[in-house]
């Protein structure tokens, strides 16, 4: 495979195998290319008849363009034995603090994900800098020790952190689809969230995917919160 350097940037990592052989692994540290197909959590980026298949959290995923655009993303790459995934953002900031949440035990890039795709890193910070446990468990996969250990193990390095607000513009083809479609990504039910997204495009009207992801996991964290007093 071809790789052209004005696309992708290489780091080299030298290691072992199982057999004992030295190996070397190319770590891709961004990708340029058009955008060949797109869904929530995860992206096709076609960088010179290649195609990348690429994880990406909902903001960066909202912000992106119309398929067959070009786009740029910041990747981080996860390398196991069997296999090499790749994780993408549109913003340092973002990429800088999925790699902090790896950071915390039993944090793996999946739950990584999955936490910047339910609160965004405006909401996140604050909320392990005060040690919100309540607000960190409402995100789909973070119990309450995980929480515990993001906010014992990450409160120290986030005051390096500075947070600026930035506004992501939200396609708004198929919309609720989509909204339904990250919202079963993030381990929700299919007719809740249909159900929730219908409400809240009838409530508000809201027709941007970033607010109408939003309302329905607030909605969604405001039921599961009445199901937990309840019992």
């Not at 190996?23 to 955008?35: A, E, K, N, P, V």
């Not at 797109?38 to 909902?58: C, E, H, Q, S």
């Amino acid at each position: 495979m071809s790789m052209n350097s004005k696309w992708i940037t290489p780091t080299r990592i030298d290691g072992r195998n199982k057999s004992g052989n030295t190996s070397t692994t190319f770590m891709i540290g961004q990708l340029r290319g058009t955008l060949a197909d797109k869904r929530p959590n995860l992206v096709m980026v076609d960088v010179g008849g290649v195609g990348y298949l690429v994880a990406v959290p909902l903001s960066t995923y909202a912000a992106l363009g119309e398929l067959h655009t070009e786009v740029t993303l910041l990747i981080h790459t996860h390398v196991r034995e069997d296999a090499l995934a790749l994780y993408g953002f549109l913003s340092s900031r973002e990429k800088h603090f999925f790699e902090m949440l790896l950071g915390a035990s039993g944090v793996g890039p999946s739950l990584a994900l999955k936490i910047l795709s339910g609160m965004s890193v405006e909401e996140l910070v604050p909320a392990i800098r005060t040690g919100d446990v309540v607000r960190l468990t409402r995100i789909p996969g973070v119990g309450r020790k995980t929480a515990e250990r993001m906010v014992v193990e990450l409160k120290d390095k986030l005051e390096a952190v500075v947070v600026a607000e930035e506004k992501l513009p939200a396609s708004k083809a198929g919309v609720e689809a989509d909204v339904v479609s990250a919202l079963t990504n993030l381990g929700y039910d299919s007719r809740t969230a249909e159900s929730a997204v219908a409400e809240c495009k009838c409530a508000s009207g809201t027709a941007s995917f970033e607010k109408l992801l939003k309302a329905a996991l607030q909605a969604l964290s405001a039921q599961k919160t009445s199901v937990a007093r309840a019992s």
